[in-house]
């Protein structure tokens, strides 16, 4: 392959790596951490050491905070958190592409109610059709555990919200925003798996696993996708993170043992098709595509 044709495919590859990276660290978190401290302190640990290893990245304290990016940042973060908390949650009982899935139902419609155009509704005809496949309401025969479902669905709304405030903040460095949010993230969550796991989350294993999980599925990701948006259309790059939930999916076959059946499958393609068709046809920046809002700093 030549220089320049590999200098081409480079930010696709970044976005496919960064998916890949959140989603391997995500299956290592549910077979490592979840053991041993649950998912409460799984989320402790991940959203703590993230931002330690963020905050000693970016060194946030170098930028200055007006009084009302602070607060921007305080409600992004404290979204950040919840959403992770409440997806982590969800993962006790349900397979992870799945969950993931589910919680597109977020993104998808603060995407779709920014725009309101006609195209939108064949969108919001796939994600319904999509998600009518997997949610447990009594007339589709889903198996899914309802509590599971919930939690999925909880990580949506904070992920909608994630948008929201972060938009207000957009204005800032990522570095400097996402570090930050980080850390509120952390304040939210440390406390719940503290109450959780107790001392247990200072077991050298845990910390061990707990680092690795921060690195691969933090890091990582964020480094590929800051490059990536250097030199991505915007519809290009929401249209690959939207690969996201399938991505899940296939890892979590691979690395968890979790086979999902062919409606499963099918409701995963509906969702899919339905963030691509909305980041292909967006007029907006990157930040309200379905997939590209969360790209710096969930856990999933």
């Given amino acids: 392959m030549s220089a320049s044709r590999l200098q081409r495919f480079t930010p696709f590859l970044a976005v496919l790596g960064s998916v890949t990276a959140l989603g391997v660290g995500t299956s290592w978190a549910k077979q490592l951490l979840f053991p041993a401290v649950g998912a ?3 989320t402790a640990v991940r959203v703590g050491l993230s931002a330690v290893l963020l905050l000693l990245l970016w060194r946030p304290w170098r930028w200055r905070l007006s009084r009302a990016d602070a607060t921007a ?3 992004y973060g404290a979204a950040l958190g919840g959403m992770n908390l409440m997806f982590y949650l969800s993962l006790r009982t349900l397979p992870f592409g799945l969950a993931v899935a589910i919680e597109f139902a977020g993104p998808l419609a603060v995407a779709i109610w920014s725009s309101r155009r006609a195209v939108d509704f064949a969108w919001v005809a796939l994600a319904i059709a999509g998600l009518g496949l997997l949610l447990p309401l009594g007339l589709n025969g889903s198996t899914l555990d ?6 999925a669905l909880a990580a949506a709304v904070f992920w909608a919200l994630y948008i929201v405030f972060g938009k207000r903040a ?4 990522a ?5 930050l949010g980080l850390l509120v993230a952390a304040l939210v969550v440390v406390p719940v798996g503290v109450a959780h796991a107790g001392a247990s989350l200072l077991s050298p294993s845990v910390l061990l696993a707990g680092l690795l999980v921060a690195a691969v599925s933090s890091a990582i990701p964020i480094s590929l996708e800051m490059m990536a948006l250097k030199r991505l ?4 790059f929401g249209i690959m993170i939207s690969m996201e939930p399938a991505v899940a999916a296939v890892l ?7 086979h999902l059946s062919p409606a ?3 409701a995963i393609a509906c969702i899919v098709a339905a963030s691509m068709g909305s980041a292909l046809t967006a007029g907006r920046p990157v930040g309200e595509t379905a997939g590209a809002s969360k790209r710096l700093a969930s856990g999933a």
Avoid: D
């Fill in 40 to 42: 409460q302190g799984t």
């Fill in 233 to 236: 259309p915007k519809e290009a």
């Fill in 252 to 258: 979590a076959m691979g690395l968890l043992g979790e």
């Fill in 264 to 266: 499963q499958w099918l």
């Fill in 170 to 173: 957009g204005h800032l460095h």
């Fill in 146 to 151: 309802p509590v599971g479902v919930l939690h």
């Fill in 73 to 75: 940042i305080a409600c």
């Fill in 175 to 179: 570095g400097h925003s996402v570090s």
